[in-house]
């Protein structure tokens, strides 16, 4: 199984055991369908409101950037302005690594993303512990084509038969195309954790811009 065309369009599965990286509130129990709005005006570039797909009111998320002297950073908010998330990125390496820390801080790492991109296709991969049941670990892989912003992340390696748990595409609006920003949509299985599909989406779009 890959994330081809046909991998695309199969069903998300549903996660009967919670897949989480940062706290349970965020594995909900129903699918859900995020719409990750970039920030015209931001002062960054690559901020983003993260909102139901079907409702702009109903927020999730806030992503803000801010650069720093040898990095950049990407802070991730709930709807009530509480860090959920922290994303801390190497700037003009080949095999871009970002690592992710709980909060505002670089006190605890969650885990790490590593992103490779070769022609037209992506991979981002990570390994993060089970933030609920402790001993247990999760192996998450995207996989798609980066010109598009196609791609699913799976629970395992695609090639081993990985599970498809969340779709990331980009939506063609006139907001997208007269603006010129980047939104996305990422739709996501029940039971797995929202806030690390987040990054890994955002992580996509800062690695399609290096």
């Known amino acids: 199984?890959?994330?081809?065309?046909?991998a695309f369009e199969i069903p998300l599965y549903p996660q009967?055991?919670?897949?989480?990286?940062?706290e349970a509130r965020f594995c909900l129990p129903h699918y859900v369908q995020l719409r990750l709005r970039e920030k015209f005006w931001s002062v960054s570039g690559d901020?983003?409101?993260i909102c139901d797909a079907t409702d702009k009111t109903k927020i999730?998320?806030?992503c803000e950037g801010r650069s720093m002297s040898l990095s950049e950073k990407r802070f991730l908010f709930d709807n009530a302005g509480v860090p959920v998330l922290n994303m801390k990125m190497k700037i003009m390496s080949f095999t871009d690594v970002f690592r992710i820390f709980a909060g505002d801080s670089s006190?605890?790492?969650?885990c790490s993303f590593k992103a490779k991109m070769n022609l037209l296709k992506a991979k981002i991969s990570t390994l993060f512990p089970d933030a609920i049941?402790?001993?247990?670990?999760?192996?998450?892989?995207?996989?798609g084509d980066w010109r598009d912003k196609r791609c699913v992340i799976f629970l395992g390696e695609p090639k081993l038969g990985g599970t498809p748990i969340a779709r990331?595409?980009?939506?063609?609006?006139?907001?997208t195309v007269l603006l010129g920003v980047d939104d996305y949509i990422l739709?996501?299985?029940s039971g797995v954790d929202i806030a690390i599909c987040v990054m890994m989406c955002i992580a996509l779009d800062e690695h399609s811009r290096s």
Do not use: W
Not at 16 to 22: D, E, L
Not at 133 to 143: A, F, I, M, Q, R
């Open 1 to 6: 199984m890959g994330a081809d065309q046909s």
């Open 16 to 22: 009967p055991n919670p897949i989480c990286a940062t």
């Open 47 to 49: 901020d983003f409101k």
């Open 60 to 62: 999730y998320f806030q």
């Open 107 to 110: 006190e605890r790492q969650i």
């Open 133 to 143: 049941k402790e001993g247990l670990y999760h192996h998450l892989v995207l996989k």
């Open 168 to 175: 990331i595409f980009r939506p063609y609006t006139g907001r």
């Open 187 to 189: 739709e996501v299985a």
